[in-house]
């Protein structure tokens, strides 16, 4: 395992959650605005739940209701059979998004700002064996660590991460302030995405709902192979367990095949663009030995930050989409490192 820290339409009186199979393109499409939860429970067999109004809460957590979403309080789970397969290729990928709420009221009696103690998630599987089983969500056994994802059950050309979770920073919190814990939040919405290509799961993190990817982690897991594809989508306690901390909220399921993207040489932080922020990434980690430097400074993937490293962002300088915000203005001592680097690049050929 390499970590890199890198044709079904249902009627309205069903609901909203759209279908689609065979092409590129949005494969369901859940925002739960059915009638009532007879109505939701037609879609998502064995719903254990209930339809509530969502709440969107705003940087100053003024909560703000609006639409609907599904409430579970996990112990069960509901799913909703694909009407075809859908199966990951070297040119068409599979993207799968989801917003959970966390509620902020499971607390842990020694960090009371890191509610750790729910095992909740949305999951994506193949029912056949089971196999390929992808998990999105929350899970309290893992240390230190409250939003967390899951791959087990793939191929043995890869290797399952099981359950993990995001490097999001640390903070001290709650009664022991020296010391810290995963970065929580508190009340609100997060989204979670898994794109899955033919030997790859890239699991990306949007703490707040905000538009901001804040965790990104990459694993090379072969699919298993001889199977139909995935086939079935679930909410609620992973395989149905527990959760002692209560239940949390979904909205905005999201299944699509998107077209499979070529890896841009040089974005270390994959924002679609070769500028000071990947140059940075390198001259930040400069000299170090992986790790304790950042993974993502070492797209040699030789285990040391150095000049191979530097001149593969050197060397596709400016490629691609410049991010919507402004490029940030490198410091003086960029600017004669960058120097160094392009003589460096002239001396290697």
């Not at 309290?140 to 791959?151: C, E, G, K, L, S």
């Amino acid at each position: 395992m390499r970590k890199i820290a890198l044709g079904l339409s249902c009627a309205a009186m069903l609901g909203t959650a759209s279908t689609s199979f065979g092409a590129l393109g949005v494969v369901v499409n859940e925002d739960f605005n059915y009638a009532d939860t007879a109505a939701m429970s037609a879609v998502w067999a064995g719903f254990d739940g209930e339809l509530r109004t969502e709440i969107d809460y705003d940087a100053d957590l003024t909560p703000d209701e609006f639409g609907q979403y599904a409430f579970h309080p996990g112990g069960s789970i509901n799913a909703m059979t694909l009407g075809a397969p859908v199966v990951a290729t070297t040119d068409e990928w599979i993207k799968l998004s989801v917003d959970i709420f966390d509620d902020d009221t499971s607390l842990d009696p020694l960090f009371p700002l890191n509610p750790d103690n729910k095992r909740m998630s949305l999951g994506l599987r193949d029912t056949t064996v089971p196999s390929n089983i992808i998990e999105l969500g929350m899970y309290n056994a893992v240390a230190d660590v409250h939003f967390a994802y899951r791959a087990i059950l793939f191929g043995s050309a890869g290797d399952d991460p099981n359950w993990a979770g995001w490097d999001l920073g640390t903070e001290p919190v709650g009664a022991n302030p020296a010391a810290a814990v995963n970065r929580f939040r508190g009340a609100g919405w997060h989204t979670y995405h898994v794109t899955i290509t033919p030997d790859t799961l890239i699991f990306e993190f949007d703490l707040d709902r905000d538009g901001t990817i804040d965790g990104t982690d990459t694993y090379d897991v072969g699919v298993e192979s001889g199977l139909v594809g995935f086939n079935e989508l679930r909410f609620g306690g992973p395989s149905g367990i527990t959760s002692g901390g209560g239940g949390v909220h979904f909205d905005n399921i999201v299944l699509e095949i998107i077209e499979a993207q070529t890896a841009l040489v040089g974005d270390l932080n994959s924002d679609g663009f070769v500028g000071i922020d990947d140059l940075n990434l390198v001259l930040g980690n400069w000299n170090l030995n992986v790790p304790p430097g950042d993974p993502l400074a070492d797209p040699s993937g030789d285990g040391f930050v150095g000049i191979d490293d530097l001149n593969q962002v050197l060397g596709n300088w400016n490629a691609g989409t410049p991010p919507a915000a402004g490029a940030a203005v490198p410091e003086p001592a960029t600017l004669a490192l960058l120097g160094l680097g392009g003589v460096a690049m002239l001396r290697r050929r």
